[in-house]
Nanobody, 120 residues
Framework: QVQLVESGGGLVQAGGSLRLSCAAS??????MAWFRQAPRKEREFVAA????????NYADSVKGRFTISRDSATNTEYLQMNSLKPEDTAVYYC???????????????WGQGTQVTVSS
């Protein structure tokens, strides 16, 4: 059974940092990503990473502030979020691709999400 389990969300003040984790089990993937969905908004792509090459892709809104990484030994991806802004408030979802996609769509498995709240 494939599972993606996120952790690390919480409440932080603007300008602060958080690190999200997503542990994958049940199979291996060729890439993983993070998405987020704010209240009354559509889900949006945040970042993705290729498992073998570590090539990354970021949404313009988080470039220079967020860093995606992975630990192949533990099948875990991370999202280090710095200089957080109130507009980063959202539920953050982990996603995984069997074929290695690092674009903003076509992911095969999804986690349940973790809440990130940034206060002003």
């Amino acid at each position: 059974q494939v599972q993606l389990v996120e952790s690390g969300g919480g409440l932080v003040q603007a300008g602060g940092s958080l690190r999200l984790s997503c542990a994958a089990s049940g199979r291996t993937f060729r890439s993983m990503a993070w998405f987020r969905q704010a209240p009354r908004k559509e889900r949006e792509f945040v970042a993705a990473i290729s498992w073998s090459t570590t090539i990354t892709n970021y949404a313009d809104s988080v470039k220079g502030r967020f860093t995606i990484s992975r630990d192949s030994a533990t099948n875990t991806e991370y999202l280090q979020m710095n200089s957080l802004k109130p507009e980063d408030t959202a539920v953050y979802y982990c996603a995984a691709s069997i074929v290695g996609n690092i674009g903003p769509s076509r992911y095969d498995y999804w986690g349940q999400g973790t809440q990130v709240t940034v206060s002003s």
